[in-house]
């Protein structure tokens, strides 16, 4: 069965300094892995997908993932982070079509000014 | 530009007392989604409508029922709600093409006494 694992339940780190959110997933073919947004008290946001080819992903906001078949990984990356990146991370992996989205239980990010 | 829009925002019950979400979207998707978020959970797909006219469980159906009225409107009906169903609900739909990003809906927040 699918299955996401999201290491890190919290973080924190100080404005300007890099980022990397952990996540594993289990799926038996080529998955379709996907990182969201939430800020508070609202919906979920589309940071960035990975389908096929080239396994370095850029989204929006200057962040970017890496799909790492061998580590069966896809970990989400900024390399200077903004008071405004404060929220929640969700992780997401998606068979064919992705009807059945599997997410992460989610990183709580808090930035320090 | 509406977007997914989904209502009650708030709501509390009863045990025992039924009540039905809504979620209407106004982007021509033809699938819709009904999630739930707890914490330290992430979000878990309740149900899913691929198009009009079909319905199909996702990992927590149950103590739910959901009808695609058309193609714009989702609705997830709780008959005897529980305290165990206190959650938040996001409706969300996307379009035909595989690679196209899900669209969340702001949320319902339900207490269930």
Redesign the interface.
């Known amino acids: 069965a699918q299955s ?1 694992t ?1 290491p890190d ?1 919290h973080i924190t780190v100080s404005e300007g300094a890099s980022l990397e959110l952990r996540c594993n997933y289990s799926y038996g073919a080529t998955p ?1 892995l ?1 990182w969201y947004v939430q800020s508070p ?6 940071l960035l ?1 990975y ?1 096929s080819g080239d396994t370095l992903v850029q989204g929006i906001k200057g962040f970017e993932a890496e799909f790492k078949r061998s580590q069966s990984s896809f970990n989400l990356r900024k390399p200077s982070v903004h008071w405004s990146d404060a929220a929640e991370y ?1 992780c997401a992996v998606g068979s ?11 990183t709580r990010l808090a930035v320090h000014p | 530009n509406a977007g ?1 829009t989904q209502t009650p925002k708030f709501q509390v019950l009863k045990t025992g007392q039924s009540m039905t979400l809504q979620c209407a979207q106004d982007m021509n998707h033809n ?1 819709m ?1 009904w ?1 739930r978020q707890d914490p ?6 309740i149900y ?1 409508s ?1 198009s009009e006219g079909t319905t ?1 469980k ?2 927590v159906p149950n103590g739910y029922n959901v009808s695609r009225l058309n193609k714009r409107e989702f609705s997830l009906r709780l008959e005897s709600a529980a305290p165990s169903q206190t959650s938040v609900y ?1 409706c ?1 739909s996307r379009g035909l093409s ?2 196209e ?2 669209f ?4 319902t927040q339900l207490s269930v006494l």
């Open positions: 996401v999201q339940i379709y996907f008290g609202q919906g979920l946001q589309l997908k389908f969700f064919g079509g992705y009807n059945k989205l599997i997410f992460g239980a989610g | 997914v699938s989604y999630y330290g959970m992430g979000l878990r797909l899913y691929a199909d996702g990992e996001f969300a595989t690679n990003k899900l969340f809906g702001s949320g």
